[in-house]
């Protein structure tokens, strides 16, 4: 007895075997998924992508290899622990008639699905055990089959293989042929690891999975050289220059040149591969090099500003609606935000062959952030600055670059309710996506999400491109959250939208704007309709200074809180910093959303007899306009805290007594600090967050300072240095494998250390193979069986 009294003292660590929720939480796990839906390029068929349930702990545990921040399975040269598809089904939009693609295996684990720009085919990627195959799927028959016996190298970022413009045949990165096994790890290494600074200044932000040694960069060069391999629709197949490391490949519009990029030596111990040196160059399409384009060195010096890039040509790509002219930009301030100059950034365009001066397209006075290509007398392109939140988009005529960029929208972007939406786009002729104008050409399509001061309300709009005026073609109504997902005709009369509500799931309607006519094209299930009766409110609500917050509250089916009395309450957030209260105090949720009780967030509780605060607004508003927001983080967050309770004890709902806090990553991150700072809860969640910011002195989340520039802020703002003033019981849950930059695993592991070591409450759940967010079906189970037996223990029966 005396030795079991101990060991409860002092706590105890301990492999235990997975647990299992309640039947009714185990249940939202468990439900079956909606398919995912794509449109066709021609908008003649739907594509439905159904997928399986949450995979198991085995299906999770499989082998993995952590190279220059990518995470790869060695065994069939793809990435590990990504999501799958496993049944694809085609749609007839018009007669709703559904077939499934045969031909498939047992089981087939299916990702990388695309469609031909010409509409015929449906491709994919087939992942096998030891290797992956390309497939297609003649759309005509649904009958699918390899297209080669070429294996698939899917372990660079992004898709391993692309279309071309006429849908002739697919760009592939492939396993080259010659490829012999795995460099082994030697026994024994052939010196030290030795890196040097020289004096110039190389901050970098805190990057997981990072080559350490030799032997990780051969393993690199193992697994991540690819060739380029040509594959026709008919199977036949040629290889295209020789093998490498392709960091990206792309085909010009006109279907004659390639674009590529490939990764260079030397490798780098202290940035990801993103950053690694490379060359991009123009080819002819059976990989004869016609120019380079850019040399890019070792990216390991980037200033840690926000809007800060590198120097020489970036952002390199093909103009859309031109045949093959290179669109690029070029910084103007060294790349170094912190640099006053009248230019950013100047874009360029670089027609065939390439060799020639670069025509000047625009100049930006702050930081380019996309293009959209539209005709030669129109596209769209954009600027936004971090430092006072503004975002320019400009209309240019590529077809002139010595016409002058007309300014068509200037606006703060964190102002929701001026938000004018962005273009859609459409194929052209060459089977790029441009943009979506009117049959006169005067006006272009936008969609946005409608924020407003009852909710998010998302729109179709007209914009007229020379005076900038909007006419509204459609806007989401009450009782329903309603989104456009395709304009299906040249009027934009003819519309696809995605419609919900609170007690119906997302689903797919075709919408006649001219007749007012309205057609349902999916009719998939609510997930959990045992939980159809629980009741959900959109709430909104004032803290102390006056600032609008709001939230969705959750409470059990019948709850009356007259007759029933206050439950215990759980509140769930993430904390997001804004340069302004106005911006802060605008609504950025609808009323009309679907109510789907979800296993991830803390919706599950409702199950549990919990009233639930999902989703409350946890503004740190900067205090004047040269003060970084988290200057005042913990005060504004103990603001929030103490308006979202006081709010649902004020209503009777909650029991002011019987409050809890969660949140995951940096939603864990602000339930440590209310917890070191205010004693209003009972317990709190904190799942995969970070909590010394001493491990990350090159920034966090939106802090654009280092540790030696704002030192009392990283001090104030890091939990583990008030661990001492945590008296309220914390769960800490984390991922062992989590690879999210700043949440080391260690992160838990030592605030947990400071806490029991403080004389405080605390337990650590370490999950197997589990990354920042937790797939596997045994982990899902366990994460919920320890949230609800530390919220019944610490808060519903304290």
Do not use: C
Request: proline fraction near 8%; avoid cysteine; aromatic fraction near 10%.
């Amino acid at each position: 007895m005396v030795a079991a009294l101990l060991l409860t003292s002092t706590g105890v660590t301990a492999q235990e075997t997975y647990k299992m929720p309640p039947p009714e939480v185990a249940a939202l796990v468990d439900a079956p998924s909606s398919p995912g839906l794509r449109l066709a390029p021609d908008n003649s068929f739907i594509v439905l992508l159904h997928s399986p349930g949450v995979p198991t702990i085995e299906d999770v545990a499989q082998p993995e290899l952590r190279l220059a921040g990518i995470r790869i399975n060695p065994r069939n040269n793809g990435p590990s622990r990504t999501g799958y598809n496993n049944r694809i089904t085609i749609k007839d939009p018009e007669t709703l008639e559904e077939r499934d693609i045969t031909g498939l295996p047992t089981n087939p684990v299916i990702q990388n699905v695309n469609m031909s720009p010409d509409s015929r085919f449906i491709s994919f990627s087939l992942v096998q055990p030891t290797h992956i195959e390309l497939w297609i799927a003649d759309v005509a028959t649904a009958q699918a089959r390899k297209l080669t016996d070429k294996h698939i190298n899917n372990t660079w970022y992004g898709s391993p293989y692309d279309w071309s413009p006429d849908g002739s045949f697919i760009l592939a990165r492939t396993i080259p042929s010659n490829r012999g096994e795995a460099p082994r790890e030697p026994v024994a290494p052939s010196g030290p690891i030795i890196q040097t600074a020289t004096g110039d200044a190389a901050p970098a932000r805190t990057f997981q999975d990072l080559l350490a040694n030799p032997h990780d960069e051969a393993l690199f060069e193992h697994y991540f050289t690819s060739e380029l391999t040509r594959i026709n629709v008919d199977g036949s197949t040629s290889t295209i220059g020789q093998a490498a490391i392709y960091g990206s490949t792309s085909v010009s519009p006109d279907g004659q040149h390639l674009l590529v990029t490939q990764v260079q030596k030397p490798y780098s111990y202290t940035v990801p591969a993103s950053r690694f040196p490379n060359v991009t160059e123009v080819w002819s399409i059976d990989g004869t090099k016609i120019a380079t384009i850019a040399e890019t060195p070792l990216l390991d010096n980037i200033p840690i500003a926000f809007n800060s890039t590198y120097e020489g040509r970036r952002n390199i790509t093909w103009r859309n609606a031109a045949h093959a002219t290179l669109f690029f930009l070029e910084t103007q301030d060294g790349g170094d935000a912190r640099v006053d100059v009248d230019v950013r950034d100047i874009a360029y365009l670089l027609e065939a062959p390439f060799t020639g001066e670069p025509s000047e397209l625009a100049r930006l006075q702050t930081r380019y952030a996309g293009v959209t290509w539209g005709n030669d007398n129109l596209a769209l392109i954009y600027e936004t600055w971090r430092a006072n939140r503004t975002q320019r988009v400009w209309h240019i005529s590529p077809g002139d670059v010595h016409s002058e960029p007309r300014l068509v929208v200037e606006r703060n972007y964190e102002e929701r309710y001026s938000d004018p939406g962005s273009p859609e786009t459409r194929r052209n002729d060459m089977g790029q996506n441009v943009l979506f104008t009117s049959p006169d050409g005067s006006e272009i399509y936008m969609t946005g999400i409608g924020a407003s001061p009852e909710g998010n309300r998302p729109f179709l709009r007209a914009m007229n491109i020379e005076t900038g005026e909007t006419r509204e073609l459609w806007r989401s109504e009450a009782p329903y959250f309603e989104q456009v997902t395709t304009i299906l005709d040249d009027d934009a009369t003819r519309i696809i939208t995605r419609r919900e509500s609170n007690n119906e799931p997302p689903n797919f309607f075709e919408r006649n704007l001219v007749e007012g006519s309205t057609r349902a094209l999916t009719e998939f299930p609510h997930p959990s309709p045992d939980l159809i009766d629980v009741q959900t409110e959109f709430v909104s609500f004032e803290r102390a200074d006056g600032l609008t917050l709001t939230g969705q509250l959750l409470l059990p089916p019948e709850y009356d809180a007259e007759n029933d009395g206050p439950l215990p309450l759980m509140i769930w957030a993430y904390p997001r910093e804004f340069a302004s209260a106005d911006a802060a105090g605008q609504v950025s949720d609808s009323p009309h959303r679907f109510n789907n009780i979800s296993y991830w967030g803390p919706h599950f509780l409702v199950t549990q007899g919990y009233a639930v605060l999902a989703n409350a607004a946890m503004p740190i508003v900067a205090p004047a306009p040269d003060i970084e927001p988290n200057e005042s983080s913990i005060e504004q967050l103990t603001l929030n805290a103490e308006a979202a309770i006081n709010y649902v004890v004020d209503r009777g709902i909650a029991d002011r007594n019987r409050v809890a806090v969660g949140g995951h990553s940096y939603g864990a991150f602000m339930t440590a600090n209310l917890l070191a700072h205010t004693d209003l809860f009972k317990a709190g969640i904190a799942r995969s967050g970070a909590y010394n910011r001493s491990l990350t002195p090159f920034g966090f989340q939106a802090e654009p300072r280092n540790i030696w520039e704002a030192r009392d802020t990283y001090i104030t703002m890091s939990p583990f240095f008030y661990a001492h003033q945590i008296e309220t019981p914390i769960l800490f849950i984390h991922g062992e494998a989590d690879n999210n930059s700043g949440t080391f695993p260690i992160q838990s592991e030592r605030m947990f250390q400071a806490i029991r070591g403080t004389g405080g409450t605390a337990k650590l759940v370490m999950l197997p193979h589990e990354s920042h967010g937790y797939r596997a079906r045994e982990s899902l189970m366990h994460m919920l069986h320890e949230t609800i037996e530390w919220l019944d223990t610490y808060v519903k029966n304290q």
